[in-house]
């Protein structure tokens, strides 16, 4: 799609506000308000071992359908995740935020994120560059897919039970 600068600044704007909005829902634990931001139709991938081309043909750390999103959401919400008591306190450093292509009804962005995590074990920092298609809804936008690449994805992942 042709934009001018003056949309692809306006573009940009509203992307880079619904990616922090979707940080700090992941860091609040705020589940539910983090499912709404998701199409019906959407895809949460973090793929294992390398960039990740294709979810159906790699190992994947996490490939979740719009269903098992759900799924996961709920079983967050039952407060019988062990790994997850007391809750990690988070907050995600998020940046380099680009839009990579626009469609009709989408835009592909790219961005870095750099997750703090602390908890009872200690801290731990998660470094990833993500990958989005949004897609616009009633004025808003929602996810088609998240795609996180963690930089050390290719070595173990201790005990990572929150959302990313």
């Known amino acids: 799609m042709m ?10 704007q509203d992307v880079t506000q619904f990616i922090y909005r979707e940080a700090r829902l992941q860091d609040e634990h705020r589940y ?3 499912e709404a931001l998701w199409a019906d139709d959407g895809v949460y991938w973090v793929p294992a071992n390398g960039e990740g081309t294709d979810p159906d043909l790699e190992m994947s750390i996490l490939y979740d359908n719009r269903s098992r999103i759900g799924l996961r959401v709920r079983q967050l919400m039952t407060g019988r995740r ?16 680009e839009i990579l292509e626009t469609g009709s009804d989408s835009v592909t962005v790219g961005c870095n994120a750099l997750i703090y995590e602390s908890n009872y074990k ?6 990833s560059r993500n990958q989005y298609v949004l897609r616009r809804v009633a004025g808003d936008f929602r996810m088609a897919l998240k795609k996180v690449v963690f930089v050390n994805n ?3 992942l201790y ?4 959302l990313v």
């Not at 934009?3 to 940009?12: I, N, P, S």
């Not at 200690?122 to 470094?127: C, F, M, P, Q």
């Not at 005990?159 to 929150?162: E, H, S």
């Open 3 to 12: 934009a001018t600068a003056a949309t692809d600044v306006a573009l940009l």
């Open 32 to 34: 539910e308000d983090w």
């Open 82 to 97: 062990y790994s997850q008591m007391p809750k990690s306190e988070l907050r995600r450093l998020v940046s380099n935020i």
């Open 122 to 127: 200690g801290e731990t920092l998660w470094a």
């Open 154 to 156: 290719a070595t173990p």
């Open 159 to 162: 005990n990572m039970a929150f």
